[in-house]
C-alpha cells in the first residue's frame, strides 16, 4: 500500500512564499514522475508542475517563472517552491504519484490535498 503524505499549505499574503512537500511510501517498485495538481472552487483539478525521474520538469504556463518543482529521491519525496504567490493561485494542492509498485504494475496515486490560500 502506498501512501502520500502532504505538508507546508497555509495562508498568505500576495507576493508571498510557500513550499509544499509530498512523502511517498509504501510499496514502490519505482517512480515515473511526481507532480502537483491544484483544485480551487468551482473549477477542475489542473496541473500545476511535475516532474519525471529524469528530473524532467513540466509546468503550468500559469506559474511559470513563479514556481519550482523538486525532488529528493533518497526520500521519495517531491516539493513545490512557489513564489510571488497571487490570489489566483488559491486552491486545494494535491500530489500525484505515477509509479510502479512491481515489475508490471503502474498505476496514480493521490495525496489527501493541502489548503493554500493567497490573500490580497
Known amino acids: 500500500q502506498v501512501q502520500l503524505v502532504e505538508s507546508g499549505g497555509g495562508m498568505v499574503k500576495g507576493g508571498g512564499s510557500l513550499r509544499l512537500s509530498c512523502a511517498a511510501s509504501g510499496i514502490i517498485f519505482s517512480i515515473n514522475a511526481m507532480g502537483w495538481f491544484r483544485q480551487a472552487p468551482g473549477k477542475e483539478r489542473e496541473l500545476v508542475a511535475t516532474?519525471?525521474?529524469?528530473?524532467?520538469?513540466n509546468y503550468a504556463d500559469s506559474v511559470k517563472g513563479r514556481f519550482t518543482i523538486s525532488r529528493d529521491n533518497a526520500k521519495n519525496t517531491v516539493y513545490l517552491q512557489m513564489n510571488s504567490l497571487k490570489p489566483e493561485d488559491t486552491a486545494v494542492y494535491y500530489c500525484?504519484?505515477?509509479?510502479?509498485?512491481?515489475?508490471?504494475?503502474?498505476?496514480?496515486?493521490w495525496g489527501q490535498g493541502t489548503q493554500v490560500t493567497v490573500s490580497s
Open positions: 500525484k504519484l505515477d509509479a510502479y509498485v512491481s515489475s508490471w504494475f503502474r498505476t496514480d496515486y
Open positions: 516532474i519525471t525521474n529524469g528530473v524532467r520538469t
